[in-house]
């Protein structure tokens, strides 16, 4: 059951070009939501994230947009750089239950490829 | 800049041996989970773990896994007896508040011939 799905294993953008990466949840209980950027060999590493109660967020380069009644969202990369060719994942989690930390529950994640 | 470190990079092991990764969680942090993903595949929950006891556990979190937190610094993951399924990438994670951002180790290559 992939309650967070990424449908795009990889996307090929041109240098200086938007990146966008798109994200879709089933589970309407999740409240909070990350994006976390994953070289070769490495972990992963947070990258920007979005609570419920906000539509946009924004981190330099780095947008997230968060479409709650479409259970959709997506980060935006302007202007692309070839640093940022790696793989994305899209994570989500619940509210705090208060007895306790619960899991991130990721996507699958996006290759992406920025080209010069 | 702090991190979470782990430790082997990578263990090659025979099935049915018991194998043990190590984590060093950043220190003022609170909640600590594994994490792992096999080659190819999402990267997977397995376990969180706060205050001293497991607060979370996904269903591959079997009866052969355990975590342990021994001296108040490292957060262990046991496999008791390690399945050829068990090959995948391990990755020991902490945050200070839960559903908070989660700082992520290099990870622990776990190949079981």
């Known amino acids: 059951d992939q309650q967070v799905k990424q449908n795009s294993p990889s996307l090929s953008v041109q240098e200086g070009r938007i990146s966008i990466l798109n994200c879709d949840y089933t589970n309407s209980m999740f409240d909070y939501f990350l994006w976390y950027k994953k070289y070769p060999a490495e972990g992963p590493t947070f990258l920007i994230s979005i609570s419920s109660i906000k539509d946009k967020n924004e981190d330099g380069r780095f947008t997230v947009f968060l479409n709650k009644s479409a259970k959709h969202l997506s980060l935006h990369i302007v202007p692309s750089q070839p640093g940022d060719s790696a793989v994305y994942f899209c994570?989500?989690?619940?509210?705090?239950?208060?007895?306790?930390?619960?899991?991130?529950?990721f996507g699958k994640g996006t290759h992406l490829i920025i080209q010069p | 800049e702090p991190e979470v470190t782990q430790t082997p990079s990578h263990q090659v092991t025979q099935m049915g041996q018991e194998v043990i990764l190590r984590c060093v969680p950043i220190?003022?942090?609170?909640?600590f989970y594994w994490y792992r993903q096999i080659l190819g595949q999402k990267v997977e929950f397995l376990v969180s773990f706060y205050n001293n006891e497991i607060s979370e556990k996904s269903e591959i979190f079997d009866d052969q896994f355990s975590v342990e937190r021994p001296d108040g610094s490292n957060f262990t993951l046991k496999i008791r007896s390690t399945k050829l399924e068990d090959s995948a990438m391990y990755f020991c994670a902490s945050s200070d508040i839960s559903t908070g951002e989660l700082f992520f180790g290099e990870g622990s290559r776990l190949t079981v011939l």
């Open positions: 220190s003022n942090h609170l909640y």
């Open positions: 994570a989500a989690s619940q509210p705090f239950s208060g007895g306790g930390a619960d899991g991130l529950t």
